[in-house]
């Protein structure tokens, strides 16, 4: 069965700084997707950035990027110069090869600080 | 592009009555839905998988005849919470699944934060 953990409920970040949210997961699938969206307090799921397992570089998305590691069964997500709304839950989901089953992990709350 | 929509996005109901939720795909044809059951500062948990002319595939542990799923068209799934009780307040998230060459995604719903009393 697939799982994601993410070890940090909480995280505080100076603005402008940079933040590295954890993320591992388990599977035997050999094809999978690894997600990362941002949940503020509005309730809302915004998609983040994607990376697929057989893509061989990690992907980028403005200031997100994320810090694959295959080997090590990771996919941290890492945010560039924080700003103050960027303070909400960010989760880390993972789909498997036919994108029927789609599992998320608990969040990291993440709070910007001025 | 790849829109989705829900209503209502927040609904208080007395104990015992049945509210609907609506999901819709805006702008592309989704074959398969989901359904998310969120709990105050919980991960989301995948209540159910829709899929447009079939019956819905339930996650263990959740009662099939307490949330009814129906996906009757392409754009639209709807979730029916029958006879609710307080312990079903949550807040409830729909997905599709992207449409074709979008097929890694699912585009989430707004939500809808049900309040049973």
């Known amino acids: 069965a697939q799982k994601i953990t993410q070890t940090q409920p909480g995280m505080f970040v100076q603005e402008k700084e940079a933040v590295t949210l954890d993320c591992t997961y388990d599977?035997?699938?050999?094809?999978?997707?690894l997600f990362w969206y941002k949940q503020p307090s509005s309730g809302e799921m915004i998609f983040l950035i994607y990376?697929?397992?057989?893509?061989?570089q990690n992907a980028t998305e403005g200031r997100y990027s994320l810090n694959f590691q295959k080997a090590r069964k990771s996919a941290n997500l890492v945010i560039s110069a924080s700003q103050l709304g960027d303070s909400a839950m960010y989760f880390c989901?993972?789909?498997?090869?036919?994108?029927?089953?789609?599992?998320f992990g608990p969040g990291t709350r993440l709070s910007v600080l001025p | 592009g790849a829109v989705v929509s829900q209503h209502p996005s927040r609904v208080i109901c007395k104990s015992g009555t049945s509210v609907k939720i609506e999901c819709r795909s805006l702008?592309?044809?989704?074959?398969?839905m989901f359904w998310y059951r969120q709990f105050p500062k919980k991960s989301l948990m995948l209540m159910a998988t829709s899929n447009e002319g079939s019956k819905a595939t339930y996650e263990q542990g959740v009662e099939k005849d307490k949330f009814l799923i129906n996906h009757a068209s392409l754009t639209l799934s709807t979730l029916t919470v029958t006879s609710a009780h307080p312990e079903d307040s949550s807040f409830y998230i729909c997905?599709?699944?992207?449409?074709?060459?979008?097929?890694?995604?699912?585009?989430f719903g707004p939500g809808t934060r049900l309040t049973v009393l």
């Open positions: 599977t035997s699938d050999p094809s999978y997707g």
């Open positions: 989901a993972m789909r498997d090869n036919y994108g029927q089953n789609f599992v």
């Open positions: 702008d592309f044809q989704a074959t398969t």
């Open positions: 997905s599709a699944r992207g449409p074709e060459g979008t097929y890694n995604e699912q585009f």
């Open positions: 990376q697929g397992s057989y893509d061989q």
